[in-house]
């Protein structure tokens, strides 16, 4: 899994954030460890603000990094940081820890909302003269740079052993950040042949960087 | 599996149902038990590879954050308890009640500096006092915000007006606990400029969510708020907002 930050952070990430290659949805594991994000997500239910705080320190790096790499834009990534933590405090109570877990789900919030604020904020000649011109100005993590530059490698390796096709596509998708339209038009590919790539290449790469907690 | 539920699968992890594809998305995963396997397997590995080589959000982004929630009722679990993975994926729109909030804005001067946790903490008093004013903006075209006010049957309206270059409508139901601003011919800003509402009154200023018109200058922001006993006004602010309003006010009644 990959590592992202500080001491508490980085315990409560690998264990939060399942999918290991040996039944990735079980977390009777996790429960013995603290802090621990199904935990904290319970005392969320209940309108613990001190846990939401906890699950924040461990969440926001990846939110934070999945929103910029949609928007590119540092500024409206908080905008949409803070939209997404919002979400993850009012939906807390429909937050099914059999679904998915604490950090998948913020994540998958984030990609969402950040693709929207795309389709609503920004042309596409606009996103694509951004895409062009601006990198996020924040800084890499520092804390256990290793660990996670490791991690990364991990990512990296497993892309690259994809089919070319799909290794593209997944690139574009998830690590350039683009809606699915927009590198069906960059590629002059179908829609459906996008999706298609898309799927394969995420089957493809669920055993490959799964576990490792 | 089929290639639909695939093409689903596809989607959510993208972050790109819509409505109508995540009830269809709940209605497969309901009738497929391995489904909801393959779905979050899915999620999970595109969650690994988006958030690989992580970057640390600014700390003021944190203060603003729990600032913002401590204010916010959150909604009860879900009604329906047949929805399974996608619900999860992506929480359906919010049918009524005060629920859809987007944040109060983070300080724009502030953003992208380190600051020590004191700072951080003043942020958070500041945001606090104002944690009552949230704006809302929902994404579900089904259910739109905006149509339930402008189309109440209490609705108010006033017309800010000022050195913007057009007017602004400001349309208030109290049955709907909020306000409307819409506009059209808004001038363009930046890409790190905002504009930014304000309700004021003798005490201060109250920032009351920020927009950004359209490519065709069309202005909608709906905003949780009741304005009958301030002005309202909007500004220009950095991207993202300010706490205090950068004058000119360009529009205001």
């Keep these: 899994?990959?590592?992202?930050?500080?001491?508490?952070?980085?315990?409560?990430?690998?264990?939060?954030?399942?999918?290991?290659?040996?039944?990735?949805?079980?977390?009777?594991?996790?429960?013995s460890v603290t802090?621990?994000?199904?935990?904290?997500?319970?005392?969320?239910?209940?309108?613990?603000?001190?846990?939401?705080?906890?699950?924040?320190?461990?969440?926001?790096?990846?939110v934070f990094t999945t929103v910029s790499r949609v928007l590119r834009d540092p500024a409206m990534s908080e905008e949409v940081t803070q939209e997404v933590f919002v979400e993850v405090w009012t939906h807390a109570a429909r937050f099914d820890p059999e679904k998915a877990s604490v950090s998948t789900w913020a994540v998958t919030i984030a990609r969402r909302r950040a693709i929207d604020r795309v389709r609503k904020e920004q042309s596409q000649r606009n996103r694509v003269e951004h895409l062009a011109q601006r990198r996020p100005e924040v800084a890499p993590l520092t804390d256990e740079a290793a660990v996670t530059r490791m991690e990364g490698e991990r990512v990296e390796r497993a892309i690259a052993e994809l089919p070319p096709d799909q290794r593209e596509i997944i690139e574009l998708a998830f690590i350039e950040g683009l809606s699915?339209?927009?590198?069906?038009?960059?590629?002059?590919?179908p829609l459906g042949t996008v999706k298609g790539r898309v799927r394969g290449g995420l089957q493809r790469l669920s055993g490959a960087i799964g576990g490792v907690t | 599996?089929?290639?639909?539920?695939?093409?689903?699968?596809?989607?959510?992890?993208?972050?790109?149902?819509?409505?109508?594809?995540?009830?269809?998305?709940?209605?497969?995963?309901?009738?497929?038990?391995?489904?909801?396997?393959?779905?979050?397997d899915a999620l999970d590995v595109a969650a690994t590879l988006q958030s690989s080589d992580p970057l640390e959000p600014p700390p003021a982004l944190r203060s603003a954050v729990l600032a913002s929630i401590a204010s916010i009722e959150q909604l009860p679990p879900q009604a329906d308890a047949t929805t399974g993975g996608a619900a999860a994926a992506t929480p359906p729109p919010v049918p009524s009640g005060p629920v859809s909030h987007d944040p109060v804005p983070i300080d724009g001067a502030r953003r992208r500096r380190r600051v020590v946790s004191m700072l951080a903490a003043a942020a958070a008093v500041v945001l606090i006092a104002i944690g009552g004013i949230v704006v809302a903006t929902r994404d579900d075209p089904g259910d739109d915000p905006i149509a339930a006010v402008l189309d109440a049957d209490d609705?108010?309206?006033?017309?800010?007006?000022?050195?913007?270059?057009?007017?602004?409508?400001?349309?208030?139901?109290a049955d709907e606990g909020a306000m409307v601003v819409t506009g059209d011919d808004v001038p363009a800003v930046g890409d790190d400029e905002t504009y930014q509402l304000?309700?004021?009154?003798?005490?201060?200023?109250?920032?009351?969510?920020?927009?950004?018109?359209?490519?065709?200058?069309?202005?909608?922001?709906?905003?949780?708020?009741?304005?009958?006993?301030?002005?309202?006004?909007v500004t220009l602010e950095p991207s993202g907002g300010s706490e205090q309003p950068t004058l000119p006010m360009l529009a205001s009644a």
């Design chain 1, 180 to 189: 699915h339209s927009t590198i069906a038009e960059r590629l002059g590919l």
């Design chain 2, 198 to 233: 304000w309700m004021v009154s003798e005490s201060g200023s109250v920032p009351a969510g920020t927009f950004r018109p359209d490519a065709s200058g069309h202005v909608a922001v709906r905003v949780d708020a009741d304005p009958s006993d301030f002005v309202v006004g």
């Design chain 2, 155 to 173: 609705v108010t309206t006033r017309t800010l007006d000022g050195s913007l270059g057009t007017t602004l409508e400001m349309a208030y139901s």
């Design chain 1, 1 to 31: 899994m990959l590592l992202a930050g500080s001491r508490p952070r980085s315990a409560a990430y690998r264990l939060g954030l399942p999918g290991g290659t040996v039944d990735p949805w079980h977390h009777d594991q996790i429960r």
């Design chain 2, 1 to 40: 599996m089929n290639d639909r539920l695939d093409e689903l699968i596809a989607l959510a992890a993208l972050g790109e149902l819509d409505a109508d594809e995540t009830t269809e998305l709940d209605a497969l995963l309901a009738a497929d038990p391995t489904a909801a396997g393959e779905l979050a």
């Design chain 1, 35 to 62: 802090p621990d994000l199904t935990t904290l997500i319970e005392r969320v239910q209940h309108g613990d603000q001190d846990a939401f705080a906890e699950i924040y320190d461990v969440v926001a790096p990846m």
